[in-house]
C-alpha cells in the first residue's frame, strides 16, 4: 500500500510538472532565468520519468510475487486441510489400536502363566533327558574303550607276530652269514699261506739275483780297477822307455827356458844335479796326473748310476795317452836305428 501511495504521489508531480512546462511554452520567455528553471525543471521531469518507469516495472514484479505467493497459499491450505483429515483418521486408529493393546495385555497374562508352566515342564523334560544322555554317554565312553582295547591288543598281536617271523629270517640269515665267514675264513687263510709261500719264494730268488748281481758289480769294480792299474803300468812302463832318450833333449829345452844359475841354485839347496831336479820334476807331475785320474776312477765307481758314459771317458782319456805314447816311443826307436 505504501509503495502504491509513493506511485500516486510521484504520478500527481508528473502531472503538476506537466502543467508546468505547458504554462512556460505559452507564455513568453521574460528572462534568462526563467529558461534556466524551463530546463531544471525538464531534467527533472525527465529524472521522474525514468523513476516512474522503474517503478512500474518495480510494481508489475511485486503483483506477480502476490499471485504466486496467493496461489501458494491456497495450495498450502489445500495441503492444511489433507493433513487435518489424516490426523483425523489416525486419532481414530490410535484409539483402535490402544483398545486391542488392552486386550492383547489381558491376553498375554494368561499365556505368561500357561508359558510358565510350560517352561517348568519343559525344564523337568530336559532334566530327565540330561541325565539320560550322560548315562549313555558313560555306556557309549567304555563301549568304545573296549573297543580301542580290542584293536590295540589285536594289532599288537599282529605286530608281534610280524616280528617273529622277522626273527626266524634273521636268525636264518645269521646262521647263513656265519657259514660264509667261515667258508671266506679258510678261503683267505689257504690264500694267505700260498701268497706267503710264492713270496717266500720269490724273497729268495731276489735274494739270490741279489747276491748275483751285487757278485757282478764287485767283479766289474775289480775288472775296472785292474784295467786301470794295468793301464797305469803300462803308460808307466812306455814313459821310462821314453825317459831315456828324451831326457837330454828335454834337458836343452829346459836350459833354454830357464837360466844355469837358477838351475844350479835349485840343484845346490836339494843337493842334487841339475839332471836329477829336472826328472823329479817332472816325474812328480805325472805322478799328480796319475793320483788324480786313479781317484777320479775310484770316484766314479762310487758313485750313483748312470756313470757308465763318465767312466768311458775316463778310460779313453787314458787309452789316448797310451796311444800317443806308444807313437812316440815307436818314432824314438826309429830314429835310434
Known amino acids: 500500500q505504501q509503495e502504491k501511495e509513493d506511485f500516486q504521489g510521484k504520478l500527481k508531480l508528473r502531472e503538476h510538472l506537466s502543467q508546468t512546462a505547458g504554462k512556460s511554452e505559452t507564455t513568453p520567455a521574460p528572462s534568462k532565468n526563467i529558461d534556466l528553471e524551463v530546463k531544471q525543471l525538464q531534467c527533472k521531469l ?24 496467493e496461489e501458494r497459499i491456497r495450495e498450502l491450505q489445500v495441503n492444511i486441510s489433507r493433513l487435518e483429515r489424516d490426523l483425523i483418521m489416525k486419532r481414530h486408529l490410535i484409539e483402535d489400536l490402544k483398545s486391542r493393546l488392552k486386550a492383547n495385555q489381558e491376553n498375554e497374562k494368561t499365556s505368561s502363566e500357561t508359558l510358565e508352566s510350560l517352561e517348568r515342564k519343559v525344564e523337568a523334560l530336559a532334566e530327565d533327558k540330561r541325565t539320560s544322555i550322560d548315562s549313555l554317554k558313560e ?65 729268495e730268488t731276489l735274494q739270490k739275483e741279489l747276491l748275483l748281481t751285487s757278485d757282478k758289480v764287485e767283479e766289474f769294480k775289480t775288472f775296472v780297477k785292474t784295467l786301470t792299474r794295468e793301464l797305469h803300468h803300462s803308460i808307466q812302463e812306455l814313459r821310462t822307455k821314453i825317459e831315456l832318450p828324451k831326457r837330454m833333449e828335454d834337458m836343452k829345452e829346459c836350459k833354454k827356458g830357464l837360466s844355469q844359475e837358477c838351475l844350479q841354485l835349485a840343484a845346490s839347496i836339494l843337493n842334487v844335479s841339475t839332471t836329477d831336479l829336472y826328472e823329479t820334476a817332472k816325474t812328480k807331475m805325472e805322478f799328480e796326473k796319475d793320483k788324480e785320474w786313479l781317484q777320479h776312477i775310484q770316484k766314479l765307481l762310487e758313485a750313483q748310476f748312470p756313470f757308465a758314459s763318465y767312466l768311458m771317458d775316463a778310460v779313453l782319456e787314458k787309452l789316448n795317452e797310451k796311444e800317443k805314447l806308444v807313437e812316440e816311443y815307436s818314432s824314438l826307436m826309429r830314429h835310434t836305428v
Open 139 to 203: 555306556r557309549l565312553n567304555v563301549a568304545m574303550k573296549k573297543s580301542q582295547y580290542e584293536h590295540m591288543y589285536h594289532k599288537v598281536k599282529d605286530e608281534l607276530e610280524k616280528k617273529d617271523l622277522k626273527l626266524t629270517k634273521l636268525e636264518s640269515k645269521m646262521i647263513e652269514t656265519e657259514c660264509t665267514m667261515t667258508d671266506l675264513e679258510t678261503a683267505a687263510s689257504q690264500q694267505l699261506h700260498g701268497l706267503a709261500k710264492q713270496s717266500a719264494q720269490a724273497l
Open 46 to 69: 525527465k529524472n521522474s520519468n525514468t523513476e516512474i518507469t522503474k517503478q512500474s516495472t518495480t510494481i508489475k514484479s511485486l503483483k506477480k510475487q502476490v499471485q504466486e505467493k
